[in-house]
């Protein structure tokens, strides 16, 4: 058990929906990532925040939002869905933006039907 | 630019025999290279990682992976397999990116254990 958990676990809904995924870190992390894993692309990092900040973007769709709390957990919001965002997302939590481990949690699976 | 290729997308191997997974990497920059592990159903977990001291590094469940800058690759072992260690195996390199340790992740390898 890496601490990172997310929430839900499956998500199943229909295209033109939105949906919001919920990360909390580690204790003591501050930063968080958002990685999407597909079947076609592999693993693509997302987004990262650091202590509430926006601190990097990767291969993020402009449907695609996040923010980090002042508790620290983070939401993914993913809106106007299609087929193709279905996949595994996973969250991951450092204790900064420099570390070298990053501690992944189990992942939602987003189905969009 | 950096970039990191598992020669294998599947390996399948017996019980007790040797495990040996590929991956060269490209990076312009002294790299740091990781091997994470996941099992079906879960996340990622870090089984070692190569941040520029010895070569030979050693991980968790008697994994090692060797730094080879001469080849450019950084292969994941392991002396005698168990049924546990059937999962996919990410190579993974990293550089530091504007203040952040940016991961660029291979494609992964499925490892098969037969009994």
């Known amino acids: 058990d890496s601490g990172v958990t997310q929430t839900p676990k499956h998500l199943i809904t229909a295209t033109g929906q939105r949906v919001t995924l919920r990360c909390s870190p580690r204790s003591g992390d501050l930063s968080v990532y958002w990685y999407q894993q597909s079947l076609d692309q592999g693993l693509q990092f997302l987004i990262q925040?650091?202590?509430?900040?926006?601190?990097a973007k990767g291969n993020i769709l402009e449907r695609f939002s996040a923010q980090q709390f002042p508790d620290l957990h983070s939401e993914l919001n993913l809106s106007s869905l299609e087929l193709g965002d279905s996949a595994l997302y996973f969250c991951?939590?450092?204790?900064?933006?420099?570390?070298?481990?990053?501690?992944f949690g189990p992942g939602t699976r987003l189905t969009v039907t | 630019a950096q970039s990191v290729t598992q020669l294998d997308s599947h390996v399948s191997v017996s019980e007790g025999t040797p495990v040996l997974l590929r991956c060269n990497y490209s990076s312009s920059y002294s790299p740091s290279l990781f091997w994470y592990v996941q099992h079906p159903n879960k996340g990622l977990q870090l089984l070692l990682k190569?941040?520029?001291?010895?070569?030979l590094v050693k991980g968790i469940n008697g994994f090692e992976a060797e730094f080879k800058k001469s080849e450019t690759s950084f292969h994941l072992t392991k002396p005698s397999a168990h049924m546990s260690d059937a999962a996919e195996y990410f190579c993974v390199v990293s550089r530091m990116d504007t203040g952040r340790r940016a991961l660029t992740f291979g494609s992964g390898t499925r490892l098969q254990v037969q009994p």
């Open positions: 925040y650091y202590n509430g900040e926006e601190r």
């Open positions: 991951a939590s450092s204790v900064d933006p420099a570390a070298y481990e990053q501690y």
């Open positions: 190569y941040t520029s001291a010895a070569t």
